[in-house]
Structures are given as C-alpha cells and as structure tokens.
C-alpha cells in the first residue's frame, strides 16, 4: 500500500528537502528506498552490498540536493541517476584496484611485457606474431605507457588520467596522437 505524500506537492517536498527538513527526508527515504535499493540491486548482484550502497546513495542524496534541477526532469529520476551512479562508481572503483599500479608493475625486457602485481605474475595475450609490440615500442614513452594501459590492459580513458595523474584531456591528445602514429607505421 502506497502513502500518500505529506507535501502539498513535489516542489513543496524539494523546497523542505533543501531546508534540511529531516521528515521529508525520512519520508523520502521511505517512499523511494525500495525502488532505488531495486536498481542498485540490478547492478551490483549482491543484496548486502545492495544495501550498503543504498545508504551510500542517500547520503549523495542528501549532501547534493542543491544540484537538483527540476527544470531537467522529475526528483524521482534524479534519485534514481544518483543510485544507478552510485553502484556504477562501486563496480569501477572495484575493478580498478583489483588491477596492477602500471607506474610501478608494468616492466618490460627486449621480447616481453610483464605485469605483476604483489600476488601475481602474468604475461599478457601474445600480440608479437602481428609485431604489434615492435611498433608499440618505437612510440614516445609516454605514448606507449597509454597504448599499453588503454589497449593491452583495458583501462579506460578515465582510468588511464587516474592512475597517470594526467588531465583527461591529455590522456585522450597523446592516446589519438598515438594511434596516429601507429597509423603511420602500419601504412608503409
């Protein structure tokens, strides 16, 4: 059974919620935690990590609600965006520190790349028999760092700026800088 809201309407509700007006945000949390803890859910697979993540996202909620717009679209899409984000975040965040720290684990011999991180040693799928790794090699070390870490090990280009501590705007130049070059070598 739905309650019915104690505001006159969604713009009363958002007016109080921005006063801090912690009833109607107890409501909030009543009425909408359900269907966020749904979609969070739908992500993350995991019911405890669910739930961790759920209040993970009221508190976003609650700490950013100045920068809800009204003008762009109902509060309860907005909840649902900051929900969805918020698991999406913890998924990434997970998946990047379960990968090696390329400043200092990724080293390379005259034939090989090797990444090892503390528990592991890997080498990476053979890419020689295309000489791929020959050309690679000939690019700018702060070139090559990217195409190792963009194309060879999947980080993004987000990741990438991350782990380098590079503006993204940099880390998106030298990747198409890069793949120019390559271009180029592959081309004669």
């Known amino acids: 059974m739905k309650r019915t809201s104690p505001f006159v309407s969604e713009a009363v509700l958002i007016e109080k919620l921005n006063r801090r007006d912690e009833q109607a945000f107890h409501w909030l949390y009543d009425q909408y935690s359900p269907a966020l803890f749904g979609v969070i859910r739908k992500i993350v697979h ?64 005259a034939e090989n790349v090797y990444i090892v991180d503390r528990q592991h040693q890997t080498e990476p799928e053979n890419i020689d028999h295309i000489g791929m790794r020959e050309v690679v090699d000939k690019l700018r070390p702060e070139r090559k760092m990217l195409i190792d870490l963009v194309y060879f090990n999947g980080y993004t280009h987000e990741e990438a700026a991350e782990v380098l501590n590079l503006p993204l705007g940099t880390v998106k130049t030298r990747v198409r800088s890069a793949l120019q070059e390559l271009k180029q070598f592959f081309s004669r």
Do not use: C
Request: hydrophobic share 40%; glycine share 2%; no cysteine.
């Open 46 to 109: 995991d019911d405890e990590q669910a739930r961790d993540l759920l209040q993970d996202a009221f508190i976003k909620i609650w700490n950013n609600l100045d920068s809800y717009d009204a003008s762009k679209g109902r509060l309860f899409t907005w909840l649902l965006n900051v929900a969805r984000n918020t698991a999406i975040d913890n998924l990434r965040s997970a998946k990047a520190s379960s990968r090696p720290n390329p400043a200092n684990a990724i080293h390379t011999d």
